[in-house]
DNA sequence: CCGGATCCGGTCTGATACTG
DNA sequence: CAGTATCAGACCGGATCCGG
C-alpha cells in the first residue's frame, strides 16, 4: 500500500496520497474503508445534509462523518456550500467525480444482493 | 455499520457478521479495508500461492495477508488446497463467489484509470 | 529457506462528552 | 444542530520467531 498520509511540521496536517501503478490500490487508498463508500452511497441516494448523513440506519459517529466528508472535499469527490448563514449551515454534494463512483456502488449492491439475499433497502439507487 | 465481529468465550475467537438491509454495507463490512480487495485483485491476475501473493508491490505484512486469506476462506471466497505434503503447502484460489467479485475490481479500475492517470498496470485483468 | 504465528509499539477508530 | 475534543481500545504492520 502506498503510505497514505504524511504530516506537515507545525500543526496543520495535510493529506498527501502517493500514486501507485495499480488503479485499484489508488482507489482502495482514498476509499478502502468502512464509512467513505457509505457515505458515499447517502449521497447518491440524494442526501445533503449533516443531519441527514448522519441518521443513517449504519449509525456512523458524528467524528467520523465529519472528518470522511472533510478528507472528500480534499479528494475531490465532494464539495461543501453553504445553503444558510444564521446560523452557518452547509450541503454536500457530489462532484462528478464522485458521481462516476456509481458503477463502483452498483457493482457492490449487485454482489451483496446476490450473496446477502434478503436485502431490498437501497436496492436501486435513483439518478444523481 | 453493522458491529463486525464478536468474541466467543475463552481463548477461540469467531467471525460473525450481522446482516444489514442494505447489501453495500453487507459488502463494506466483509470487504471494506484497504488490503482485502488488494489480495482479491492479485488472486484474479491469477496468483496462487503465499509467496506470490507476498511478492506484491504493495508489501503487504505477512501477518495481514495470512489474516486475510483467513477472513476470505471463512467467508466462502477463497479456498485453501494443498498441493505438495512435503513439507505442506497450499494454493489460494478464488470460489465463485469471490470470482463474483470481477465486476467491482472492473468498476474501481476503471473510475481509478480515469482519475489518476499513468496507471497502466493491471489495466486489464486476464479472464478467471 | 518458506509459510506462517507471535510480539509489540504506534496509529486509527469510534463512543461519548462537549461547544457555539 | 453541526461539528470538535477526548481517550480507551482495536487494528496495523514491522520485526522476530518457529516448524517443517
Given at each position: 500500500m502506498t503510505s497514505g498520509r504524511e504530516t506537515a511540521e507545525g500543526e496543520s496536517s495535510e493529506l498527501k496520497f502517493e500514486r501507485s501503478c495499480c488503479p485499484i490500490t489508488n482507489v482502495l487508498d482514498t476509499l478502502?474503508?468502512?464509512?467513505t463508500l457509505l457515505v458515499i452511497r447517502d449521497l447518491m441516494l440524494g442526501k445533503k445534509r449533516y443531519h441527514e448523513l448522519i441518521a443513517s440506519p449504519e449509525k456512523i459517529a458524528s467524528n467520523i462523518l465529519a472528518e470522511r466528508l472533510k478528507k472528500l472535499e480534499v479528494c475531490g469527490l465532494v464539495t461543501r456550500c453553504a445553503y444558510?448563514?444564521?446560523?452557518l449551515r452547509h450541503e454536500y454534494v457530489l462532484t462528478q467525480k464522485g458521481k462516476d463512483l456509481r458503477p463502483v456502488l452498483d457493482a457492490m449492491r449487485r454482489w451483496g444482493r446476490e450473496y446477502y439475499p434478503g436485502t431490498m433497502v437501497f436496492a436501486t439507487l435513483p439518478p444523481c
Open positions: 478502502g474503508d468502512k464509512w444558510q448563514w444564521k446560523p
